[in-house]
């Protein structure tokens, strides 16, 4: 059974190389950081969550809205299997009572501020602003793409960025919980244009404010698709010494 059906669309991500030891703090039991090249990052996302489904049950008018999210990869071996997820450090959207439910029963990092985007298409380029208010400031992500749609490459970094299908949350030191996400192979669109304007140490916390100093790795946008979270949860427990 799946706990929420919804259409994630206009995914933005700008990403960051950060050090390790940035992360250990947020690290759930169990699981390892997911490197590339050798390096961590954690992405600022911006996205439309559109036509929301609880337990296959529309939600009428909270159902369509922006989320900024910051997140960063991990990996978790099972025997010989090795499960690629994400660790959500925190997601924001304007809705009180979606935040409330997804914390309640998720016991994920949910806050709700004031959110708005706008988001424009023409036969050659999109448009797309993701805004959100922190202490009366707005920040900003925006970016201009073209409108043709590309495959992601094999072993690229679009794909370590977009192509893990599990998600960790920390309960505590020797606690986590696993979940699993369903969505098809995402297409990217060509970037061609960007403004980033986080204040990633009032937003995020002291951990984060080298940020707000150094450009992004890299950033780009995927159409996004219907996706699917299984209400199923595996609760993972390490012995504490």
């Known amino acids: 059974?799946?706990?929420l059906n919804a259409n994630w669309e206009n995914i933005v991500m700008?990403?960051?190389?950060?050090?390790?030891?940035?992360?250990?703090?947020?690290?759930?039991?169990?699981?390892?950081?997911?490197?590339?090249?050798?390096?961590?990052?954690?992405?600022?996302?911006?996205?439309?969550?559109k036509r929301t489904k609880l337990f296959k049950i529309p939600i009428p008018i909270l159902g369509t809205f922006e989320e900024i999210?910051?997140?960063?990869?991990?990996?978790?071996?099972?025997?010989?299997?090795?499960?690629?997820?994400?660790?959500?450090?925190n997601e924001t959207i304007p809705y009180k009572a979606v935040a409330w439910v997804a914390n309640k029963l998720y016991k994920e990092h949910y806050t709700t501020i004031p959110t708005k985007n706008f988001i424009s298409e023409n036969a050659s380029q999109k448009k797309i602003h993701y805004q959100w208010q922190i202490n009366k400031e707005w920040n900003?992500?925006?970016?201009?793409?073209?409108?043709?749609?590309?495959?992601?490459?094999?072993?690229?970094?679009e794909?370590?960025?977009?192509?893990?299908?599990?998600?960790?949350?920390?309960?505590?030191?020797?606690?986590?919980?696993?979940?699993k996400i369903h969505h098809a192979r995402w297409d990217i669109n060509k970037i061609t244009n960007y403004k980033i304007n986080c204040d990633f140490d009032k937003m995020y916390?002291?951990?984060?404010?080298?940020?707000?100093?150094?450009?992004?790795?890299?950033?780009f946008l995927a159409e996004g698709s219907p996706v699917s979270i299984e209400w199923k949860r595996q609760r993972i427990k390490l012995n504490a010494t």
């Open 1 to 3: 059974m799946n706990f």
């Open 140 to 157: 900003s992500i925006y970016v201009e793409s073209s409108v043709e749609k590309f495959k992601m490459q094999k072993n690229s970094f």
């Open 205 to 219: 916390g002291n951990h984060f404010s080298f940020l707000n100093n150094v450009q992004p790795h890299s950033v």
């Open 69 to 89: 999210n910051l997140r960063f990869y991990v990996i978790r071996k099972e025997g010989d299997r090795i499960k690629r997820g994400v660790v959500f450090i």
């Open 159 to 179: 794909e370590f960025i977009l192509e893990h299908y599990f998600g960790y949350t920390k309960i505590d030191n020797f606690e986590t919980e696993e979940y």
């Open 14 to 49: 700008a990403n960051y190389v950060v050090p390790t030891n940035v992360l250990q703090s947020y690290l759930p039991a169990g699981c390892e950081l997911d490197l590339y090249n050798g390096l961590a990052y954690v992405s600022l996302v911006g996205f439309m969550f």
